[in-house]
């Protein structure tokens, strides 16, 4: 079955860096983009980040553009999210989504807190 298992969120300071790593198993991980959506205090989920299959291209929200950057490694099967210049409103539960054959997966999320 399809498992995504995020991990390295953690606290950091306002201006600091984190790196997101998501765990990929149970479908063929190099056939499938890959995105990162995250979940603020008492908000809705939001889309951050995306990459395609092959890596050869990247979006993202334009909050997080020049501060986030998306990667994967299709041999180990694994996403990426470098997070810079971490602000406080970047506080939220991140989440690893794959969409495979119309259905989204979800992972269940590790939480990010930018707070001095």
């Known amino acids: 079955q399809v498992q995504l298992v995020e991990s390295g969120g953690g606290l950091a300071q306002p201006g600091g860096s984190l790196r997101l790593s998501c765990a990929a198993s149970?479908?063929?991980?190099?056939?499938?983009?890959m995105s990162w959506a995250r979940q603020a205090p008492g908000k809705g989920l939001e889309w951050v980040s995306g990459i395609y299959s092959d890596g050869s291209d990247a979006y993202y929200k334009d909050s997080v553009k020049g501060r986030f950057t998306i990667s994967r490694d299709n041999a180990k099967k694994k996403v990426y999210l470098e997070m810079n210049s971490l602000r406080p409103e970047d506080t939220a539960v991140y989440y690893c989504?794959?969409?495979?054959?119309?259905?989204?997966?979800w992972g269940r999320g590790t939480q990010v807190t930018v707070s001095s």
């Open positions: 989504k794959a969409r495979i054959e119309g259905y989204d997966y």
């Open positions: 149970g479908f063929t991980f190099s056939d499938y983009a």
